[in-house]
């Protein structure tokens, strides 16, 4: 069965960099994107990005571009995501997912238990 | 402020049918297939619809999708209480640059 499990809660002071695991199984990890999603408290989804886990070709939501990075291990089954300067309204729970084919606009058809963020000084 | 936009709340009792709204605009919705996201709190979001109408393998029936222009729906029958939830619409923004979005969510409560 496909699992996504995501690495472990981090606590990170404001400028920090942040980097996020999420081992993949179940599957053949380089036929199909991965995507990164994250929910600040009490609020909604946001789509931070995808890699093409074949080629490592990456596209991130403006927001993001020049603070985030995506990278793949295929020889691990594992998508890492790095944040860097990081404030306090990153604080936020981070979800891995995978797309339900290779591009970024296939829907997300799992999900990782997602990564607690806290940034505070 | 999230791109497409859905009701913060709705409420049903048990048994009874649910819709919940999602209304974007031509260049996402529009031009792109919605999918519906159930998240129950402390777990993982799951597809719930995908294509605007499909439902992946698991999902029972009592949950639907349709979508006309600029807008979908969410149909929810037979509700149940373990249906009590955030519901998030999703579809591509229509450029690499802005992605997919969502929407900001419903919670629906089972009363």
């Known amino acids: 069965q496909v699992q996504l499990v995501q690495s472990g809660g981090e606590v990170k002071r404001p400028g920090a960099s942040v980097t996020f695991s999420c081992k993949a199984s179940?599957?053949?990890?380089?036929?199909?994107?991965i995507s990164w999603v994250r929910q600040a408290p009490g609020q909604g989804l946001e789509w931070m990005g995808w890699?093409?886990?074949?080629?490592?070709?990456?596209n991130y939501a403006q927001k993001f571009q020049g603070r985030v990075s995506m990278t793949t291990d295929t020889s691990t089954s594992t998508a890492y995501m790095e944040l860097r300067s990081l404030r306090s309204d990153d604080t936020a729970i981070y979800y891995c997912t995978k797309n339900s084919g290779m591009s970024a606009w296939y829907p997300s058809d799992f999900w990782g238990q997602g990564t607690l963020l806290t940034v505070s000084s | 402020q999230s791109v497409l936009t859905q009701p913060p709340s709705v409420s049903a009792a048990p048994g009874q049918k649910v819709t919940i709204s999602c209304s974007g605009g031509s260049s996402n919705i529009g031009n792109n297939y919605v999918s519906w996201y159930q998240h129950l709190p402390g777990t993982a979001p799951k597809l719930l619809i995908y294509e605007n109408n499909k439902r992946p393998s698991g999902i029972p029936d009592r949950f639907s999708g349709s979508k006309s222009g600029t807008s979908a729906t969410l149909g929810i029958t037979g509700l149940q209480t373990g249906d009590e939830a955030d519901y998030y619409c999703?579809?591509?923004?229509?450029?690499?640059?802005?992605?997919?979005?969502f929407g900001g969510g419903t919670k629906l409560t089972v009363l």
């Open positions: 890699i093409h886990t074949f080629s490592g070709n990456t």
């Open positions: 999703g579809t591509w923004a229509g450029s690499l640059n802005a992605g997919v979005v």
């Open positions: 179940g599957y053949t990890f380089t036929s199909y994107g």
